[in-house]
Every structure is written in C-alpha cells, then in structure tokens.
C-alpha cells in the first residue's frame, strides 16, 4: 500500500515520516499541492491521501478534488486546523475523514490505519 502525505510544515513532515515508517506503509512526502499533482500526473497512484487544507501554493480542497478525479477509489484524510469549519462549511465532502491539527503521534498513526481498514 502507499500512501501520499501533503504537508508544508517541515516539521510535521518528518513526524508523518516516522509514523509511516512505524506503520509499515509506503509513504510519499510532499511539500506542496504542485508536487502532489506532479507525482500523481508521473502515474503515482495511492491508497490513502493525507494533506493539509491550507497549502501555500493552492486550496486544499482544489488539491482533494483533483486527487478524488485521478485516484476515485484513494481515501482521502483532511488534516487543518480549520477542519471544523471545513465541515461546517460542507466543503468536506470529498474527504473521507476530517481531522484537527495538531495531531498526536496516535491520531495520525489511526488516521493512517482506519482507512487503509476500510479499503
């Protein structure tokens, strides 16, 4: 299984590698929404998609829609710190899950593994 991660913090970056590693899966690492395209247009294809709804270099939203279009059977993981309003605002829909930042070494490593579960 593989699993592609958007994240612009580099901090938490190196924790989602960590967790990932821990949790066995393979992980792809990302910067930014260009370099999630980038691997997904390369022919890239993952089980799980993590990101983070605020990017620096587009809508994270923008960014699930064009991943549900390319990977229609991928679950998709929204992690924000705005994710309430995300749902609030009922823009969540192409999210699988939905999940407030700052997230514990314990609620990622479960957000990693309950949709890998349910595939």
């Known amino acids: 299984m593989s699993v592609l991660i958007v994240e612009d913090d580099p901090i938490l970056r190196v924790m989602y590698e960590r967790i990932a590693s821990q949790s066995m899966v393979h992980a792809v ?35 699930a829609e064009a991943v549900r279009k390319r990977l229609p059977d991928a679950r998709l993981v929204c992690i924000s710190g705005l994710a309430a309003l995300a749902q609030r605002n009922g823009r969540s829909r192409v999210f699988d899950a939905v999940l407030d930042k700052p997230l514990s070494f314990d609620d990622l490593r479960a957000a990693l593994k309950t949709p890998l579960e349910a595939v």
């Not at 890239?44 to 620096?56: I, K, R, Y």
């Open 29 to 63: 690492i990302v910067e930014t929404g260009a370099e999630a395209l980038a691997a997904l247009y390369q022919g890239a294809t993952f089980t799980l998609v993590v990101l983070d709804l605020t990017l620096p270099d587009m809508d994270g939203l923008d960014l």
